[in-house]
């Protein structure tokens, strides 16, 4: 299994391209995209759209994994996070890819074994699991690869629990 994850956010959307290898998991790709704060937000969806299918077509993975929008107490920060989060999801549906969703908390539970995690405990466990000599940055990236990691996690004990 090949899985994109994705950390959505407006300003910065973090993707992880992760194969699933035996029992663990290697990297295949990982960056961000970036849209600048002062352009008009339709030009920003635009751009992470055709970033996102870009990645898409070049990589080819079999399902995206995304971190599910959670309500933040910064409304603004929810509604672009929601709008990044739709525009990987129409991304995604085009290219006829599944898509898998995951709260932050089981997203720290499959990777790091507590849902309260820290980002850095996150980022620590993501290098482990991949064998990187550090924690890939920027944050965003890491988050995704961890995206990428719970569902081959959440897959896999799919697969064990019906067979």
Do not use: W
């Not at 407006?10 to 960056?31: I, P, Q, S």
């Not at 006829?96 to 996150?122: M, N, R, W």
């Not at 000599?133 to 990691?149: F, G, H, I, M, Q």
């Amino acid at each position: 299994m090949f899985v994109l994850g994705i950390d959505p956010g407006l300003t910065t959307t973090g993707y992880g391209l992760v194969d699933r290898v035996g029992g663990g998991a290697r990297l295949r790709a990982v960056g961000v995209i970036r849209t600048a704060s002062g352009d008009p937000i339709e030009q920003r969806l635009l751009e992470l759209h055709r970033d996102l299918t870009q990645i898409i077509e070049e990589h080819r993975p079999d399902v995206m994994a995304i971190e599910q929008v959670f309500t933040n107490k910064n409304l603004r920060t929810s509604i672009a996070v929601g709008r990044a989060s739709g525009v990987a999801l129409l991304a995604a549906a085009t290219a006829g890819l599944p898509v898998h969703e995951y709260t932050p908390t089981q997203v720290k539970s499959a990777v790091a074994g507590f849902g309260k995690a820290d980002k850095g405990q996150v980022q620590r466990m993501v290098a482990q699991r991949l064998g990187l000599a550090e924690s890939p940055k920027p944050a965003d990236a890491a988050d995704a690869l961890a995206v990428a990691l719970c569902h081959l996690q959440a897959f896999r004990l799919a697969a064990r629990i019906s067979t």
